[in-house]
């Protein structure tokens, strides 16, 4: 599985907009890109995740570039829930069984009032 | 979203003992995963745990170490065997659902003396 680079922290703004990048030039034409995050040592939370179009859901928005060699998450109106780590995550999953999640060190996303 | 429900939530065990931490899921499910999460750390995968199957271990997992039981599509054990203070971690199970996307416990934090 393709390897990522994510900036060790950030910070944000409460009500701003959170943008939190993540390098995979590495990823195969198979391969999906995952976001998580983990909320003070909690279990990951599942965020979005894509192939290669842009998805949104009730969480989030994720950006992925042509190339795919690069994506960006986005929350649109950070909260101080939000405060967490944020795991980007390339991984090629098999249907119904998944895939081998390979986590890196993520960012540690800090939303200050 | 699956309901993922890890026992123990935590505990303090003596160096030579076994804890087995079980996890139980709240629908059928094909594959699950166990991973650890060390003090300070990202998450990293132990093993693989697919019903009717062996287990299939990362490389640096051993069964005689982790012994992972998957008796039903619903219920998996890992067991941490003879302790050492170095296995202090969160333990967390993982279950992938439709959509391919995996859902996580809460963990289990296990600390050795």
Redesign the interface.
């Known amino acids: 599985d393709a390897k990522t680079t994510q900036p060790p922290s950030m910070d944000c703004a409460e009500g701003r907009a959170a943008n939190l990048p993540c390098n995979h030039s590495t990823i195969s034409g198979n391969e999906?890109v995952y976001w998580y995050r983990q909320i003070h040592?909690?279990?990951?939370?599942?965020i979005i995740?894509g192939l290669k179009n842009n998805e949104t859901n009730e969480m989030a928005s994720l950006i992925i570039t042509e190339d795919r060699k690069s994506s960006t998450l986005i929350l649109p109106h950070a909260t101080l829930r939000d405060t967490a780590v944020y795991?980007c995550i390339v991984c090629r999953?098999?249907?119904?069984?998944?895939?081998?999640?390979?986590?890196?060190?993520?960012t540690e996303l800090s939303v200050k009032p | 979203s699956a309901v993922i429900s890890q026992k123990p939530s935590r505990d303090i065990c003596q160096r030579g003992t076994s804890l087995t931490i079980q996890c139980q899921v709240d629908s059928q499910v094909t594959m699950m995963f166990w991973y650890r999460q060390q003090p300070g750390q990202s998450l990293t995968l132990i093993a693989t745990a697919n019903q009717g199957s062996e287990a299939t271990y990362e490389s640096g997992f051993v069964i005689d170490k982790f012994p992972i039981s998957r008796p039903n599509l619903t219920f998996s054990t890992l067991t941490v065997s003879n302790m050492s203070p170095e296995d202090s971690s969160i333990y967390l199970c993982s279950v992938v659902y439709p959509m391919d996307i995996q859902y996580f416990g809460a963990g289990t934090r296990l600390s050795v003396l």
């Open positions: 999906y040592s909690q279990g990951p939370q599942y995740h795991y999953t098999i249907y119904n069984q998944g895939g081998k999640l390979i986590f890196g060190q993520g």
